[in-house]
């Protein structure tokens, strides 16, 4: 199977991985149909297409990234999967059952921004979820360390997120959404603040959690290599309103990490990404120009 793969391949590769036994591939997760978000006019502006319509199915257990020009509607389309935001029209579908505007149970939301609390140490930032659930604290003990260990941050409970790095800051908040255990894992953007290095490492700790988790894990990011070097699947979006122009299979084997970076393959994905993007690109930074 070629890794770079035309709109439509999905389904049929995944009906392979099933035949063949692979524990990830267990069905859609959720589903995006004719999904399309179109905010209000106000003050004299006229109505906003942000997005779609979309029609995208997430299958179970597999890792996925959303590239796509600025403004083209990455961050509402994970709204929309959030729960966060309902679509104009259409629908969304986790596990079958449709979202309606609600932050359907299991699923995790990480954003770019530090949502760390500065008032909490590393510890009780990440039982602070388990605790207003009313958790035992021996459990939320046991699971604090289970966390801990797999994020990096066995040494630092005691510290504060102002005594952190951007990335160990990251790491905490990422850790406390894990505390609740979700089957459906969004992050936006959640290294965009990190220096390059620092990204590859972070991104190195995300595999590890997909793969200790069997999450189902969907990425916004603007890097076509953070995309390339972590995801089994990119989605690749056009300028607004974002629809979809490829889906590309990434064909990283599951125990992958950084090192995939230097192999040719990576180089051909990375080339393709930014050739179906690059006149998408140019076009939102002229609609940005004009103020349209």
Not at 57 to 62: K, N, Q, T, V
Not at 81 to 109: K, R, T
Request: charged share 25%; net charge negative; hydrophobic share 40%.
């Amino acid at each position: 199977m070629s890794r770079l793969e035309a709109p439509g391949t999905i389904r049929s590769h995944e009906r392979e991985l099933k035949k063949a036994g692979d524990p990830t591939a267990m069905g859609t997760h959720c589903e995006l149909r004719g999904a399309t978000r179109v905010y209000p006019g106000s003050a004299g502006r006229p109505a906003l297409h942000a997005l779609g319509p979309i029609d995208l199915e997430l299958e179970a257990g597999r890792f996925y990234a959303v590239v796509g020009p600025s403004g083209c509607g990455k961050s509402t389309l994970l709204e929309l999967l959030a729960g966060l935001a309902s679509p104009s029209e259409g629908e969304v579908f986790i596990n079958g059952q449709p979202i309606e505007g609600n932050v359907a149970d299991g699923v995790g939301v990480v954003f770019q921004d530090d949502a760390s609390f500065p008032w909490l140490t590393v510890w009780d930032n990440i039982a602070f979820g388990l605790r207003q659930k009313g958790v035992s604290e021996n459990i939320i003990s046991e699971k604090v360390k289970g966390a801990t260990k797999l994020m990096g941050l066995n040494g630092f409970e005691s510290a504060y997120p102002a005594q952190l790095s951007g990335g160990m800051r990251q790491r905490v908040c990422i850790a406390r959404t894990l505390m609740m255990e979700p089957k459906l894992i969004l992050l936006d953007e959640p290294f965009g603040a990190l220096d390059q290095q620092t990204r590859l490492l972070m991104g190195d700790e995300l595999l590890n959690l997909w793969r200790e988790t069997g999450a189902t894990v969907l990425l916004i990011t603007h890097a076509l290599d953070e995309a390339a070097m972590l995801a089994d699947v990119v989605c690749v979006m056009s300028a607004r309103p974002g629809v979809l122009l490829d889906v590309v299979e990434t064909g990283w084997p599951r125990d992958r990490d950084s090192r995939i970076v230097s192999k040719p393959e990576f180089g051909a994905i990375t080339s393709r990404l930014w050739s179906l993007l690059r006149e998408e690109s140019l076009n939102a930074l002229d609609t940005k120009q004009r103020g349209s």
